[in-house]
């Protein structure tokens, strides 16, 4: 079946502007955890959905950032009033359940001017 | 705050040698992943070990995780040029479901 879908797959923006950033989780997982990579290093947890639970947020960095998760599948991670440090590819993964191992999407790279 | 070091942060070999990438954390982990990720995709799972001191093997990569449940190593025998890419080791804080990943080792094996 189709995997984990991100788009778009990069975004160039000016400094202020909002971007919105869409996660197309393979259909029936219930988990879905959006990252943070910066260039060639590790990944920053940023926020995770389970089900109808309430999103674990603890990982976004300021509350420019902000992310929903729609009837359970596409989830939308959205940055306002972008920065340059905010530069960097978005990556969103989903599993089955927690715990259970994760699929990465391509991920979407950003990059604020 | 939990932190998981890789050492090295970059490593260039030829084709053919041996090679060790480690993986070491403070902190105690319910389990550890460890993945490969390529330009312009995401991270793909190589495995998971779970109990302490277990020794997983997949074709030429060996994965051992530290008795004490705080480090790992990733082993290449005879390492080939398609084994080039970022490997990120990744734990799972113990009782959570979240994931914390390693700095990365950037690979390239020379033909």
């Known amino acids: 079946g189709a995997g984990v879908s991100q788009s778009p797959s990069n975004k160039v923006t000016e400094k202020g502007k909002d971007v919105e950033l869409r996660c197309d989780p393979i259909?029936?997982?219930?988990?879905l955890y959006w990252y943070r990579q910066s260039l060639g290093q590790g990944l920053e947890f940023l926020i995770y959905?389970?089900?109808?639970?309430?999103?674990?947020k603890s990982g976004l960095p300021s509350d420019r950032f902000s992310a929903e998760r729609t009837g359970g599948s596409v989830s939308t991670l959205t940055i306002q009033r972008t920065q340059q440090e905010d530069s960097a590819v978005y990556l969103c993964?989903?599993?089955?359940?927690?715990?259970?191992?994760?699929?990465f999407g391509p991920g979407t790279r950003l990059l604020v001017l | 705050t939990q932190l998981l070091e890789q050492s090295p942060q970059f490593l260039s070999i030829q084709e053919g040698e041996n090679l060790t990438v480690y993986c070491n954390s403070s902190s105690v982990f319910s389990s550890l992943q460890w993945y490969r990720q390529e330009p312009g995709e995401g991270p793909v799972l190589l495995v998971t070990?779970?109990?302490?001191?277990e020794v997983k093997k997949l074709k030429r990569l060996t994965f051992q995780f530290g008795d004490a449940r705080k480090d790992s190593s990733l082993h290449i025998t005879a390492a080939q040029p398609g084994d080039t890419g970022l490997y990120l080791c990744?734990?799972?804080?113990?009782?959570?479901?979240?994931?914390?990943f390693g700095t990365g080792t950037r690979l390239k094996v020379l033909a």
């Open positions: 993964a989903s599993s089955r359940a927690s715990r259970e191992t994760q699929y």
């Open positions: 070990v779970v109990t302490g001191g």
């Open positions: 959905f389970q089900g109808n639970s309430a999103p674990d």
């Open positions: 990744a734990g799972e804080a113990s009782g959570t479901y979240k994931y914390i």
């Open positions: 259909s029936g997982h219930t988990a």
